[in-house]
């Protein structure tokens, strides 16, 4: 599991006073691209974009401007193109949301989908226990 840390700004606080639902999906699109800046080869990184195709956010407990929060990264799968993931957004233990989200592997130069290699997917998936 890849921990990404996660900074709240008071740009981020709504009109209720916690953390606004939009802002959420910055933080899994820095968390999952962080991610994959961390397994990949950085060759693999050059060559190739995410663009996400799909979020389903499931909100648990509000977030607020002092809390330290770490997004939780899992790639579930690839599939051709396309790579699934789970972000879990904590405060400690205590879950704030989850999230799945489908994503797209885009050919940096033509931007059109791409496969990763095999080797690049062993990397960036994470082994089932």
């Known amino acids: 599991m890849f921990r990404h840390p996660i900074a709240i700004s008071p740009g981020d606080i709504d009109h209720m006073g ?3 639902n ?11 691209v962080d991610y994959w800046r961390s397994v990949a080869p950085s060759e693999a990184v050059a060559k190739h974009l995410w663009v996400a195709l799909k979020h389903e ?8 401007l002092d809390d330290v929060v770490v997004a939780e990264v899992i790639a579930e799968r690839v599939q051709g193109a396309r790579a699934m993931f789970s972000t879990i957004v904590k405060r400690g233990e205590e879950v704030l949301a989850e999230i799945h989200s489908s994503w797209c592997c ?3 130069d033509t931007q059109r989908p791409a496969r990763l290699s095999r080797d690049v997917v062993e990397r960036f998936v994470q082994p089932r226990a």
């Not at 959420?24 to 968390?31: F, G, K, M, N």
């Not at 956010?57 to 607020?64: D, G, K, V």
Request: aromatic share 16%; charged share 20%; proline share 4%.
């Open 18 to 20: 916690h953390v606004n």
């Open 22 to 32: 939009s802002v959420y999906l910055r933080w899994v699109q820095d968390a999952v």
């Open 106 to 108: 885009l050919d940096a």
């Open 57 to 64: 956010i499931t909100y648990r407990r509000p977030t607020f």
